[in-house]
T-cell receptor
Framework: DAKTTQPPSMDCAEGRAANLPCNHSTISGNEYVYWYRQIHSQGPQYIIHGLKNNETNEMASLIITEDRKSSTLILPHATLRDTAVYYCIGTSYDKVIFGPGTSLSVIP | DSGVTQTPKHLITATGQRVTLRCSPRSGDLSVYWYQQSLDQGLQFLIQYYNGEERAKGNILERFSAQQFPDLHSELNLSSLELGDSALYFC??????????FGPGTRLTVL
């Protein structure tokens, strides 16, 4: 499983785009990059995933570099409800290893 | 609502006791994962079952065990409980061993 590195914390102004980086330089060719978030002590919530191409869904966009060594999760218009811990994970079908993640604070 | 249910929501017990946590996966999901999250800590993967069989093991203590039943629900058994076992325990399920959907968790307090 790929080891991922994320900044421990970030702030973002409400209404602005939040760009959360993740380094996964050891990711292998068949490992997907997944993003989850955890609001307070709730169960983690799936956000988005990708292999090589950029992805977008109703929650966020995922930009993966061409060498697949890093990615960025973009929340286009952050709201106060997006305040959470965001986890970037590399996974190859079974065991998932969660790092400490990035604590995102959206500021009014 | 992820569709994954966990019971009980809260559990308070004493050291040395044994408890059982229950998880019902989303309809159609064959895989169940268990995680432990201590206060202000990250999620620690414990164990995964796929269609009744153990598939992957993480940092699960010997005092802990799990199983997945024919109806695909899963139970996590914690025995000889210690103060340090106090934590949130999450269950997740998936269809295809990729995207996981998490339940609301069981908060265990050992006194």
């Amino acid at each position: 499983d790929a080891k991922t590195t994320q900044p421990p914390s970030m702030d973002c102004a409400e209404g602005r785009a939040a760009n959360l980086p993740c380094n996964h330089s050891t990711i292998s060719g068949n490992e997907y990059v997944y993003w989850y978030r955890q609001i307070h002590s709730q169960g983690p919530q799936y956000i988005i995933h990708g292999l090589k191409n950029n992805e977008t869904n109703e929650m966020a966009s995922l930009i993966i570099t061409e060498d697949r060594k890093s990615s960025t999760l973009i929340l286009p218009h952050a709201t106060l409800r997006d305040t959470a811990v965001y986890y970037c994970i590399g996974t190859s079908y079974d065991k998932v290893i969660f790092g400490p993640g990035t604590s995102l604070s959206v500021i009014p | 609502d992820s569709g994954v249910t966990q019971t009980p929501k809260h559990l308070i017990t004493a050291t040395g006791q044994r408890v059982t946590l229950r998880c019902s996966p989303r309809s159609g999901d064959l895989s169940v994962y268990w995680y432990q999250q201590s206060l202000d800590q990250g999620l620690q993967f414990l164990i995964q079952y796929y269609n009744g069989e153990e598939r992957a093991k993480g940092n699960i203590l010997e005092r802990f065990s799990a199983q997945q039943f024919p109806d695909l629900h899963s139970e996590l058994n914690l025995s000889s409980l210690e103060l340090g076992d106090s934590a949130l325990y999450f269950c997740a399920s998936s269809v295809d061993l990729d995207t996981q959907y998490f339940g609301p968790g069981t908060r265990l307090t050992v006194l």
